[in-house]
């Protein structure tokens, strides 16, 4: 069992950074696949980015988000930066197993985190 709580949401300008933090729970973080889901009202949870031995990202973040984590501290962070107004979401930590694939669609990832709420002004 994995437990992931989600910090470092808030109000931010156009053109800003927040970088979201997610603890874990266990001793086995290193074991698995991170990623980050954003959903915004009356839309789908959509995936932002994920982490393995590599990291993949969302087209419509790449070059403005970074995704990296620190086994040591159980955590998985998300730099983001040059936000817009489009970014503004609950944004969500999930967790699998990670047995090699790759996994963008939400309902592959085993736990999740309650969510952070991001919102960006024009």
């Known amino acids: 069992q994995v437990q992931l709580v989600e910090s470092g949401g808030g109000l931010v300008q156009a053109g800003g950074s927040l970088r979201l933090s997610c603890a874990a729970s266990?001793?086995?973080?290193?074991?698995?696949?991170m990623g980050w889901f954003r959903q915004a009202p009356g839309k789908e949870r959509e995936f932002v980015a994920l982490i393995k031995r590599s990291t993949y990202y969302a087209d419509s973040v790449k070059d403005r988000f970074t995704i990296f984590r620190d086994n040591a501290k159980n955590s998985v962070y998300l730099q983001m930066n040059t936000l817009k107004p489009e970014d503004t979401a609950v944004y969500y930590c999930a967790a699998y197993r990670d047995g090699g694939s790759i996994y963008t669609d939400p309902s592959r990832y085993d736990y999740w985190g309650q969510g952070t709420q991001v919102t960006v002004s024009s």
């Open positions: 266990g001793r086995t973080f290193s074991t698995y696949a």
